[in-house]
């Protein structure tokens, strides 16, 4: 089980339907990031990939398992993680608490893993006692992801994870996302800021109306003029 493949995505909510056989695919160790206009349906397929969502048609297989109709519980079970853009941490429980959220289905291994956590943010090793509903934007992304990485996965799905903060925060969220990976999880980034995204990506996808319109190497896709003309800024 060494990647997971998206294949011709079809999703819809009610008639509308938002997601228009896009396909999308990451393997152990490489981040790929899907970028586009705001309805583009990035989150959507990240939703359906993670079981959030009902598919209309398509699959998604991590190695030869087709799991397109596994509840999202279960897709946890088999190394999934996925962090929302939004309501992705437990306001009124502490920074420590959250964390232990994430390690429900491992108790035994808490303690290590809460471990690993705190190498991997030590600012969140100085808030561990702190109410998460009294952290700044940057702090609670932290939280949320470092949830997430609680849970040992072998596959991590981020939506929107620099947005609404700082440019040093930014910084510190996309070097984190660079260390993960190199851990040999592969990562699924949904990102507005297009072009840092694709500086760190190993694959990227351009949806347009919920359409692959472009796909290729990070670099290259940054290299495109037409990609640099309608998605970059120029």
Same mark, same amino acid.
């Given at each position: $089980?060494?990647?997971l493949v &998206? #294949?011709?995505l079809?999703?819809a909510?009610?008639?509308?339907?938002i997601?228009h056989?896009?396909?999308?695919?990451v *393997? +152990?160790? #490489?981040?790929?990031?899907?970028?586009g206009?705001?309805? &583009?349906? /990035?989150s959507t397929?990240m /939703?359906?990939?993670?079981?959030?969502v #009902?598919?209309?048609r398509?699959?998604? $297989?991590?190695?030869?398992?087709?799991?397109?109709? $596994? +509840? %999202?519980? *279960?897709?946890?079970?088999?190394?999934m993680?996925?962090?929302?853009?939004?309501?992705?941490?437990?306001?009124?429980? =502490?920074?420590e @608490?959250?964390?232990e959220?994430?390690?429900?289905r491992?108790?035994?291994?808490? !303690?290590? +893993?809460?471990?690993?956590?705190?190498?991997?943010?030590?600012a969140?090793?100085?808030l561990r006692s702190?109410? %998460?509903?009294?952290?700044?934007?940057?702090?609670?992304?932290q939280?949320?992801?470092?949830?997430? $990485?609680?849970?040992?996965?072998?596959?991590?799905?981020?939506?929107?994870? !620099?947005?609404?903060?700082?440019?040093?925060?930014?910084? !510190?969220?996309?070097?984190?996302?660079?260390?993960?990976?190199? !851990?040999?999880v +592969?990562?699924?980034?949904?990102e507005?800021n &297009?072009?840092? %995204?694709?500086?760190?990506?190993?694959?990227?996808?351009?949806?347009?109306?919920?359409?692959?319109?472009? @796909?290729? =190497?990070g /670099?290259?896709l940054l290299a495109?003029?037409?990609?640099? /003309?309608?998605?970059?800024g120029g």
């Open positions: $089980m060494s990647g &998206a #294949e011709n079809t999703v909510y009610g008639e509308t339907v997601c056989g896009c396909s999308l695919a *393997d +152990a160790g #490489e981040i790929s990031v899907i970028v206009p705001n309805g &583009a349906g /990035k397929a /939703k359906a990939i993670f079981g959030l #009902e598919l209309i398509g699959r998604v $297989m991590l190695g030869d398992r087709d799991i397109s109709r $596994m +509840a %999202a519980q *279960d897709r946890v079970a088999l190394g993680a996925f962090v929302p853009q939004v309501n992705n941490i437990f306001p009124s429980l =502490t920074v @608490e959250n964390l959220m994430g390690a429900y491992n108790p035994a291994g808490f !303690t290590e +893993a809460l471990g690993v956590t705190y190498d991997m943010f030590p969140l090793s100085e702190t109410l %998460a509903g009294n952290l700044s934007g940057g702090q609670r992304q939280v949320a992801v470092g949830r997430a $990485m609680m849970t040992r996965p072998r596959f991590l799905l981020l939506d929107e994870p !620099t947005a609404g903060v700082s440019p040093i925060v930014m910084d !510190t969220l996309f070097a984190m996302i660079v260390e993960i990976a190199r !851990t040999g +592969a990562i699924l980034l949904c507005q &297009a072009r840092r %995204a694709l500086e760190i990506a190993n694959r990227g996808y351009v949806l347009v109306q919920g359409r692959n319109r472009y @796909e290729d =190497t /670099k290259r495109n003029p037409d990609v640099r /003309k309608s998605f970059l």
